[in-house]
């Protein structure tokens, strides 16, 4: 007997072997745990066999795979860590033998519906945490033994290594394709301006919440951001879209980024739990001249300009979002002259392993420099990173204001409100500069596009208000201004009212006025005249 038990456990021990072979890398982790499963099952010769695992709160076991009685993934089983059968092996961390089920010592009803009589389950531990429950169950009663407890746990030990790997592996994948489809896949192109970007993962692999945008608001100002959340991998990659999606719809109702981050905090500390982010939110101005900025506990960027040494703007620094409320956030006015260089950027790019923040700052100085702007990027890697991995994940962005611009195409949609029409000239006068038209061209056409602006405020809507679309573009020498509304034009008001179709005219080589009841269309044209013609 003895040596007929010996074999028996022999070959026990050899088909727990074979429980994790390599023949099952290639399968989902759904089918995995479902061939698993089988295998627990024949080696204990039970019924049933299920694994729950923890969910993301950590408070609830939720049913992944099941056999025998696939109802408890069917239905969405869920049980409360420290509550019934799986509840409690997973609160207590121990083996867990009923050998008569009833109500009283398990929660789950399908169990009882389908007539489970004895039960046996393990918790499923790997790397010290657990993360979920395997248990075994019979049609008949049963007295599982310790013997058949160290099988099932050897079993779940194997279980719960693989699993690991396995989800580590999606998360991983998961996040990697979440951050990619966040972060912008190419930057915007403005005139007077150009950007550049890099993400480096940290080499714990995978991808966490560090992240960067820039993005046209409706009055032609540019939203520029970069932020980074505590944590990582997916959880973390999930909270970062969260925050990204926020701050973008704040943005659009808020002027002054420190409200911006007001804002955003409020909506982490209110929806978020335990979640802290570093955000910085700036917004430059039409004009390019000068950018507003405000920190929620980020690190100072670095400016640039030539003929002048590198150096951290002497920003105030708030608290972060999702800490609680502190003192008033603030915002600061920065100047951007003419080829100058703002060089944002998150902390894993200067924090490193044996050397202080300030020596990382100063390595960061160094590189920067008034340069293209996708020049400093490479630069700034080639210092300090090299060939070193990264212990953090470093996203940076790099934003230089242009002294000769590219002409890019204007196209902007704003509220039609006298407030809005300072913010419409800077930004024709800006892409007129870069253009090169001459003074008396480009004032010709400033008064045009004004006068069409004007226009739709005064009669395109009612009191309700609208909104007001203005696009300009270079077809050749030729500048091509189009402005629309989707209101119902009203007679003008008081007298010497209406003379603004004239004056466009006037300002133009030729005008087109296109009138429905979807709204109206005014484009004109204006050629570029050659110096010396």
Not at 103 to 127: F, T
Not at 138 to 145: D, M, S, V
Not at 376 to 386: E, F, I, S, T, W
Not at 493 to 516: E, F, P, Y
Request: overall charge negative; glycine content about 10%.
């Amino acid at each position: 007997m003895a040596a007929s038990s010996a074999v028996t456990d022999e070959d026990r021990l050899r088909r727990i072997e074979q429980i994790t072979d390599t023949s099952l890398s290639h399968l989902r982790i759904e089918d995995l745990l479902t061939e698993l499963l089988d295998r627990v099952r024949s080696l204990l010769e039970a019924d049933t066999a299920a694994v729950l695992l923890l969910d993301p709160s950590g408070t609830h076991l939720a049913a992944t795979a099941a056999r025998g009685i696939e109802e408890e993934v069917l239905q969405g089983v869920r049980i409360p860590v420290g509550k019934g059968f799986a509840g409690r092996i997973a609160a207590e961390r121990r083996p867990v033998i009923i050998d008569e089920v009833d109500h009283s010592n398990v929660l789950n009803p399908i169990l009882r519906e389908k007539d489970i009589r004895s039960l046996l389950g393990v918790p499923l531990v790997a790397e010290g945490g657990v993360i979920g429950v395997l248990h075994v169950g019979t049609l008949r009663p049963r007295l599982f033994t310790s013997d058949d407890a160290d099988l099932l746990q050897t079993a779940a030990d194997r279980i719960a290594m693989v699993t690991r790997t396995r989800m580590s592996d999606l998360d991983r994948a998961a996040a990697s394709a979440l951050q990619r489809s966040l972060l912008p896949g190419q930057l915007p192109r403005v005139n007077g301006m150009e950007f550049a970007a890099r993400y480096i993962p940290g080499e714990a692999g995978g991808l966490g919440g560090d992240w960067y945008d820039v993005f046209s608001l409706p009055s032609g100002r540019i939203g520029v951001v970069i932020g980074d959340v505590v944590g990582r991998g997916l959880q973390a990659a999930v909270v970062m879209g969260r925050l990204r999606s926020a701050l973008r719809a704040f943005a659009l109702e808020e002027d002054d980024p420190a409200e911006v981050l007001e804002r955003l905090d409020g909506n982490v500390q209110h929806f978020e739990d335990n979640v802290m982010a570093t955000v910085m939110y700036a917004i430059i101005e039409p004009s390019l001249e000068r950018l507003a900025l405000s920190t929620a506990g980020h690190l100072p960027p670095i400016l640039a300009q030539p003929g002048t040494p590198s150096a951290l703007v002497n920003v105030p620094v708030d608290l972060p979002v999702g800490v609680s409320v502190g003192a008033p956030r603030r915002t600061t006015l920065i100047d951007l002259p003419s080829d100058a260089l703002l060089f944002l950027y998150t902390d894993g790019l200067v924090e490193r392993r044996g050397r202080t923040l300030d020596a990382g700052l100063d390595d960061l100085n160094a590189a920067v420099v008034s340069d293209d702007a996708e020049t400093v990027c490479a630069r700034v890697l080639h210092d300090l990173v090299g060939g070193t991995p990264v212990g953090d994940d470093v996203a940076m962005l790099v934003l230089r204001r242009l002294g000769t611009p590219d002409v890019v195409p204007l196209n902007t949609v704003v509220p039609a409100s006298p407030r809005t029409l300072a913010d419409i000239r800077s930004a024709v006068r800006r892409w007129l500069a870069a253009t090169g038209a001459p003074p008396d061209v480009a004032a010709d056409v400033l008064v045009a596009a004004g006068e069409a602006c004007s226009n739709v405020i005064e009669h395109a809507y009612g009191p309700a208000g609208g909104s007001l679309s203005l696009q300009m573009d270079l077809d050749g020498s030729t500048i091509v201004t189009v402005v629309r509304d989707n209101g119902r034009w009203r007679s003008a008001r008081g007298h010497n009212r209406g003379r603004g179709t004239a004056l466009i005219q006037r300002c133009s080589d030729h005008m087109d006025v296109v009138a429905g009841v979807g709204g109206t269309t005014v484009t004109f044209w204006r050629t570029i005249t050659e110096a010396g013609s």
